[in-house]
């Protein structure tokens, strides 16, 4: 059991250039989330998704897209990168709404550097 | 406009004695709260939660207080080790909802 996997751990971009950020799960998590985490503002949510082919905003989803086209994995794309997306992202996953399902799961992070 | 708040970002404390973290928040809907603790590459882990309807909920060494008309919950870590030296965050959800609210997330560092 991996739990939740982000690919890759490390990547430098210039301003300009897209990506896509990779998010699997492997616990048949209902629910999924991408973070941002930059120093002085704790995690901030970036999209989120509630189900397989569903997504919704986050506090800070300008600049970003993502998709859910299997249950488990969840994409985030940047397709123009800039130097305030400079960010360590986390991946995370829930098992679903009910309340003894608040615990998320998270991923081991996306260092992104771009110049 | 920050609605769960760690004032503190550092904290420092000798082994053996008790490590007390604080969290505040300002919406009143939020109905459960959760801390994750973090080390250095890699991504947070749950470490307890708590629901609206307790006070209190205890997991081995780790405690955590909520006081509702303060807006206002505690982790209390006794005793503390060094193991311990980690970035905590606290996390709040609103009643029905699909996300959390993280704080800011405080540094402990256990000393010898």
């Known amino acids: 059991n991996a739990g939740v996997t982000q690919t890759p751990k490390f990547r430098v971009l210039k301003t300009g250039q897209s990506m896509t950020l990779l998010c699997a799960q492997d616990?048949?998590?209902?629910?999924m989330y991408w973070y941002r985490q930059d120093p002085g503002m704790g995690l901030r949510l970036i999209h989120y998704?509630?189900?397989?082919?569903?997504?919704a905003k986050g506090e800070v989803p300008d600049g970003y897209n993502v998709s859910r086209l299997k249950k488990q994995n969840f994409l985030l794309g940047l397709e123009s990168a800039a130097p305030s997306q400079t960010s360590v992202y986390f991946c995370?996953?829930?098992?679903?709404?009910?309340?003894?399902?608040?615990?998320?799961?998270f991923g081991p992070g996306t260092r992104l550097t771009v110049l | 406009d920050q609605q769960v708040k760690q004032n503190s970002p550092s904290l420092s404390v000798q082994e053996g004695r008790i490590s007390i973290l604080n969290c505040d928040y300002t919406?009143?809907?939020?109905?459960?709260f959760l801390w994750y603790k973090k080390y250095p590459a890699e991504g947070p882990t749950f470490l307890i939660s708590?629901?609206?309807?307790?006070d209190k909920n205890e997991d081995g060494r780790f405690t955590v207080f909520l006081n509702k008309s303060a807006k206002h919950l505690s982790l209390h870590i006794v005793p503390s080790q060094p193991g311990d030296s980690a970035v905590y965050f606290c996390?709040?959800?609103?009643?029905?909802?699909?996300?959390?609210?993280f704080g800011t997330g405080t540094r402990l560092q256990v000393f010898p």
């Open positions: 995370a996953s829930r098992r679903g709404l009910v309340v003894s399902y608040n615990e998320q799961f």
């Open positions: 616990m048949n998590h209902e629910y």
């Open positions: 998704s509630v189900g397989e082919g569903t997504t």
């Open positions: 919406n009143s809907m939020f109905d459960y």
């Open positions: 708590i629901s609206s309807i307790k």
């Open positions: 996390a709040a959800r609103s009643y029905n909802t699909d996300k959390l609210i």
